[in-house]
DNA sequence: GCTGGGCTCTTACCC
DNA sequence: ACGGGTAAGAGCCCAGCG
């Protein structure tokens, strides 16, 4: 029989000597499946020398390995663009390829091995041609002999499965949960200290609670927290920190109740995967925070920010860890805990609803099921998404090789003319890496290193550089990229004829956007040294086009006389006159070979000195902040206000004078203790280990005094700190914020060293200087602002 | 012993 | 554990100083 079902998961057993897949499925009825394929074999390849009889080497090592090389197939592929002749030799056991084939290495006539290292799982799925979130048809019949497994039905695949172009999404289960326990001081430690209440949404809004009673022994609301997951059934387990904190949390509050968190489809407890995430069998384990870094506005990535930035919740009535234990012991506030642990439910929900398409595309697009998806870094989903093109494509994936860093030359920024402009056109490249690559074919087995001959098809040179890469035939990226873009287009031209509320708009929409997230990727994948397919002269070359792109264009500019106030890498910032700016882009159309458009335009635009940071005045009245503090997570917010506020004045035409005004009732406001104490927190992240800093720095100290209080901190995670009054150096006045209070805060430090400097950057330009924004000397008229004078720089 | 200039370390931004 | 280019503050070092 045929069936039809939407991949949410994979996973293989080892069974009775023979490794089976296990396809977890939705069907379009709805039912839960597992189809289980015994068809599939590992394998890897070894590569020849090419005078060799690859029949002959093949039957050695069949002889050589009798129980676990099974068999073996003579092909021919490609490794950097160079035609190899190889063996495919097939193994019993996916666990002993990675031994095998390091010792088929060794053996004469064997130049190499590849793709030993390629998961089962993932081998799989890129040889069938299937994808995770995608649909599959497979004949199959129904299996017995699989008691423990709870889906509607098991069947045995009988032949290949094949992908099926269908983007809905069937109706999934999900659900989301979250937990709050009771720690003496600092973080919990789930060695000692008890869960105390569990929360739970489920797809349909309906909400569940366990709570502990007096005695604060939590190993009822455990039991009663897996039988409800089990009874639920859910095809997703959502939350936030799930990977990192929750599910290790839950694992040993178990471990120490003498229970089994069985909360998988197979009656087992969570495991780590090798990618260094937690699979839960036949269901998604879905982290949020693994999304938390596609929302770069948002500087702390708690859940909280993160729901507040997606409209889901106001981020209010949070309870801090290490509060908790004063909401338990008062009966008053208690039902307070109860609410926050169900409010952050709701802001999973709220959450895992705003990413779960793109999340889908993604892993649908990349080809790694949706608990991987989020765990794996941007080159890394790049790097699969290759993987699986690579065997479209009949290149051999290379291993990753241990290489050294040598930086290269990237892109010009040009130095901004310091003042207000108005009327500016930002003139962009659409797309200018991935644009490069396909036009100069720049790809890993296209370059031709110095020592070669140029090939018969001719090359293109590199500006600067000088790096060579064959004409043709395609290269894998050029190959790659063009599909991304022509599916990109098609997309997007039949988005265009659907209405919002189609529900297939969302869905193609966040597949668009999940092609472009990968193929704005590429460039940086090729210059990453952790890459497998790292080649320095193909990342060196699409920046030196780029280079070339931007003088080429500086210089038409010049030739046609439009006035060029900045520029950064594939941008140009120009005066607006609408027929010069339409020469331009013809000429680069025409005489570069390359798309540019205007962006947008500013009706005003403020740059300071510094390259990277300005501030511009939309048609519409908004302003955006580039490159400043108002933008920065490593400032108090009493310096981003005010800034803000400034930029606001001095933008909107209102003068100097105003914003001066504005600054020093803001200080006084300061100075009277009228500004909130969260606003003089600073944020900073941790990027090592405490040990490994050289220098004492504050955040660092005031990381230190939280380890001591018995907080866990760790690598990437922010520490909020302030400085208090005192002596002595800025480390040494550092204090957590959780353990600060208002009195302690030195507020003539954030005048002078936050608030000051983040505002006089800003009038600076119209010649105000620090000391005079104190001082209620003179001050320029509102006149003068109309016309700006630079500060007296050579 | 203190000061200030210059260098280094560190973080976070832009594209 | 994707690239290079850039700004900026604070720490740190040490020459120079009656």
Same mark, same amino acid.
């Given at each position: ?218 190993? $009822?609301? &455990? @039991?009663?927290? +897996? #039988?409800? =997951?089990? /009874? ?9 920190? *799930? ?13 120490? $109740?003498? &229970? @089994?968190?069985? +909360? #998988?489809? =197979?009656? /087992? ?9 937690? *699979? ?515």
């Amino acid at each position: 029989m045929k069936i039809k079902f939407w991949l949410l998961d994979l996973n293989y057993e080892f069974r009775n000597g023979i490794p089976e897949v296990w396809l977890w499925g939705i069907t379009s009825d709805e039912r839960r499946i597992l189809i289980v394929d015994r068809r599939f074999k590992p394998y890897f390849y070894a590569v020849l020398k090419g005078d060799v009889n690859a029949e002959d080497i093949g039957n050695s090592i069949l002889r050589l390995f009798p129980r676990n090389v099974i068999g073996f197939e003579v092909c021919e592929r490609k490794v950097f663009g160079k035609n190899v002749k190889a063996l495919k030799i097939y193994c019993s056991d996916p666990d002993r390829v990675d031994d095998i084939a390091s010792k088929v290495k060794g053996l004469p006539n064997i130049l190499d091995v590849y793709e030993y290292d390629i998961r089962f799982t993932l081998r799989y799925l890129i040889d069938n041609g299937i994808r995770p979130c995608g649909w599959i048809e497979v004949d199959c019949e129904p299996l017995d002999g699989y008691g423990n497994v709870k889906v509607d039905s098991i069947y045995l695949a009988l032949d290949k499965p094949i992908s099926i172009e269908d983007p809905s999404i069937p109706k999934l289960k999900i659900l989301g949960f979250w937990f709050i326990c009771l720690s003496s001081s600092g973080s919990p430690k789930p060695e000692k200290d008890p869960i105390i209440v569990i929360s739970t949404i489920d797809g349909d809004g309906v909400e569940k609670m366990f709570t502990v009673g007096e005695d604060l022994s939590d190993l $009822n609301i &455990l @039991k009663r927290f +897996i #039988d409800y =997951v089990n /009874s639920y059934d859910p095809d997703i387990i959502v939350s936030y920190g *799930s990977n990192s904190r929750l599910i290790p949390y839950l694992l040993e509050r178990a471990r120490r $109740n003498g &229970l @089994k968190l069985c +909360i #998988d489809r =197979v009656g /087992s407890e969570p495991h780590t995967s090798l990618y260094g995430h937690i *699979s839960i069998t036949g269901r998604i384990n879905l982290d949020l925070f693994d999304f938390a870094d596609e929302f770069q506005e948002v500087k702390v990535k708690s859940l909280e920010n993160i729901a507040e930035y997606l409209g889901v919740m106001k981020a209010e009535g949070v309870i801090e860890d290490f509060e908790v234990q004063d909401y338990w012991h008062d009966p008053n506030r208690r039902g307070d805990l109860y609410r926050y642990s169900m409010d952050n439910v709701k802001r999973i929900m709220g959450v895992y609803r705003a990413i779960i398409d793109f999340a889908i595309q993604l892993s649908y697009l990349v080809g790694l099921p949706l608990d991987f998806i989020g765990t794996a870094a941007v080159g890394f989903r790049v790097e699969w998404f290759l993987i699986r093109n690579a065997y479209r494509f009949g290149e051999l994936v290379p291993k990753r090789k241990e290489v050294l860093y040598q930086p290269y030359a990237g892109a010009i920024v040009l130095q901004p003319k310091p003042g207000l402009h108005e009327n500016v056109a930002v003139i962009d490249f659409r797309s200018m890496y991935p644009s490069i690559m396909l036009t100069y074919n720049v790809s890993p087995d296209t370059y031709i290193p110095p020592e070669e001959p140029e090939p018969q098809c001719g090359v293109y040179i590199a500006p600067e550089v000088k790096h060579r890469f064959k004409r043709d035939p395609p290269g894998f990226y050029r190959d790659v990229l063009k599909t991304l873009i022509e599916v990109r287009d098609n997309i997007r031209s039949v988005i265009k004829g659907l209405s919002l509320e189609d529900p297939l708009y969302k869905v193609l929409d966040a597949r668009q956007k999940a092609i472009k997230v990968i193929s704005n990727a590429m460039y940086g994948y090729a210059g990453w040294i952790g890459a497998r397919w790292y080649i320095k002269p193909v990342a060196e070359a699409v920046t030196a086009w780029g280079r070339s792109l931007i003088s080429n264009t500086l210089k038409i500019s010049s030739e046609i006389g439009l006035k060029v106030v900045y520029g950064d890498t594939d941008s140009l910032f120009v005066e607006y006159k609408p027929e010069l700016v339409e020469k331009l882009l013809g000429r680069i159309r025409s005489e570069l070979g390359f798309e540019a458009r205007v962006d947008k335009v500013y009706v005003r635009i403020l740059f300071t000195e510094a390259k990277k940071r300005y501030c511009g005045l939309l048609e519409d009245g908004r302003l955006d902040f580039v490159g400043l503090e108002v933008v920065r997570g490593d400032w108090a917010n009493v310096a981003k206000i005010a800034q803000e506020r400034v930029l606001e004045i001095i933008m909107h035409g209102e003068g100097v004078n105003k914003a001066l005004d504005f600054i020093r009732s803001f200080i006084g406001r300061m100075r009277k203790g009228e500004i909130p104490f969260k606003e003089y927190i600073i944020w900073k992240t941790l990027t090592k280990d405490l040990s490994e800093y050289e220098v004492k720095a504050p955040h660092v100290e005031a990381a230190r005094i939280l380890k001591e209080k018995g907080f866990s901190l760790s690598l990437g995670d922010k520490v909020g700190y302030i400085i208090s009054i005192g002596t002595g150096k800025l480390y040494e006045r550092a204090i957590p914020y959780m353990l600060a209070s208002k009195d302690q805060l030195d507020v003539e430090y954030y005048i002078s060293n936050q608030v000051l400097p983040a505002v006089s950057r800003i009038l600076e330009v119209f010649g105000v200087r620090e000391e005079q924004i104190m001082s209620l000397g003179k001050t320029k008229t509102l006149t003068d602002f109309f016309k700006p004078k630079v500060s007296g720089k050579p």
